[in-house]
């Protein structure tokens, strides 16, 4: 559940830290807060899940050069961070008109706090109302449920009084629409020109869609709760529908084709699935994955992310995972594969879901391989800048082929032989010198570059790189070991090294 901005920051308690909006102020009213942290840590935006409101002391911020305290308020916004609130009280300095702008470029809204006030107090208070919102609504959920159940059991699995007592309790328009957009029920009360908002929810029938549920509200606030209650109400209204659906045979073949890839059948059996989904057997697919620990419960907000972005996907829900295999029928798979990936990015970052998008293959009957470099490359672990919750195997492509034709044992000593004495400074003195390796090297040797995505100062860094070339013996760059050393930071860096 989310709590609206606005009304966070008009709670008795966050108004005596005499908050003032200082950049974004055009969003407050729009946001919504699912969870406060407060966090001095500077690399806090990979961990975010997007609409948490960041509380900082401010110390730390503050103290980075302009430039980089920039890139932070850029990560954050790409998190789709709700607000930043930094606390000034007490601080010798202000907030930087560096820091201000870029806030007001991102979209970000930025607040500037006053007076001390005990986060761990602010934060406790206003994450109390969330969970107390969403368990209100899970209540009524619950509710409607139980509701629904008796209904079922009384007087038989009929379709439209359901709807009328969904209608009845939420006070919303109420429809159950087939994927052929065929009203199955529907029950209206609330005039068309006072419609605020829609929310839409699959219904799974033998995990494939059976239907859809539209909830039509005058109150755009209520979005999350209607929301949360469409979700609980799935599977109740499965048991109904199920007496008057049918998977089509089409339905039952995508499934079945997407189980062959998983199993990695044989050729002929993937291309006879494929002649019956309707999917040509010359084109070029991709696997994408994805898991999360409610995944059931989000699959029906990730199943519209993945159609929007690629219409023709098939998809199949297997315990933990949901499988996808993408057909690829643009001009370039890889471009098109690209494309692909930058929309599914821009709208899973929201889904508490990770995935990762396999390479492409010639066809479906290759698609097992990109199945299991796609779980080859979750089980590597690696940190992805601006993976928005979806992971690209391509980012590692040199790590896959190690672990794939080398081993660990392999692996183990390859870093060993290129980095044992920096990853013995970093054991002996909790030191990061393989991390500013690595991310020195990625940016190209850039040192510029490489300060700013480690939140450093270039002075900073250019002392670690003195040590790191006095470790390694000599500045690497012109000299054939350099693509070596990429590598082995890279795996070093990741699970796949020893100890890691």
Known sequence: MLLR???????????????????????????????????????????????????????????????????????????????????????????SRELIDAAEAAGLPLIELRATVPFVELAETINRGIVSAHALALQRADEISQRLAHQIATSGPNLAPLISLIAEALEANTLLVDLGGITLASSRGVPEDEIGMEIVSDIFVSDVVGARLHLESRHPSERELLTTVAERLGSILALALSQHHRPTRSQIADSALMQAIIRNSGDGEVK????????????????????????????????????????????????????????????????????????????????????????????????????????????????????????????????????????????????????????GHDTMRAGDLVATLDAWLTSGCNSTAAAASLFMERQTLHKRLNKIFELLGGDPRGTSRLAALQLATKLATSSVAGGK
């Open 5 to 95: 901005l606005k009304d966070v920051l008009a709670s008795p308690l966050f108004a005596k830290a005499r908050p003032r909006i200082v950049a974004g102020a055009d969003q407050v009213p729009h946001n919504g807060v699912r969870w406060v942290h407060s966090s001095e840590v500077l690399e806090i935006a990979p961990l975010l899940r997007g609409e948490e409101l960041l509380l900082s002391g401010g110390q730390t911020l503050l103290a980075l050069r302009p430039e980089a305290q920039v890139q932070y308020v850029q990560s954050l916004a790409e998190r789709k961070v709700a607000a930043l609130a930094i606390e000034t009280a007490g601080l010798n300095k202000s907030l």
């Open 272 to 423: 006879d699935l494929c002649t019956r989904v309707g999917l040509e057997v010359n084109v070029p697919v991709a696997v994408v994955i994805f898991r999360g620990v409610e995944l059931g419960r989000m699959r029906s907000t990730l199943e519209r992310i993945l159609r929007r972005n690629s219409p023709d996907i098939k998809t199949y829900l297997d315990g933990d995972y949901l499988y996808g295999l993408i057909p690829l029928r643009g001009r370039s798979p890889k471009e098109e594969r690209r494309k692909i990936l930058r929309g599914l990015r821009g709208e899973i970052g929201a889904v508490p879901v990770q995935g990762v998008l396999g390479p492409w293959v010639a066809d479906a009957t290759h698609g097992s391989w990109s199945l299991q470099e796609a779980f080859l490359t979750e089980r590597l672990a690696l940190p992805m800048p601006d993976s928005g919750g979806l992971r690209d195997c391509e980012d590692v492509v040199l790590e896959r082929l190690c672990v794939r034709e080398l081993g660990r044992d392999s692996v183990d000593r390859f870093v060993q032989e290129n980095l044992s004495d920096l990853i």
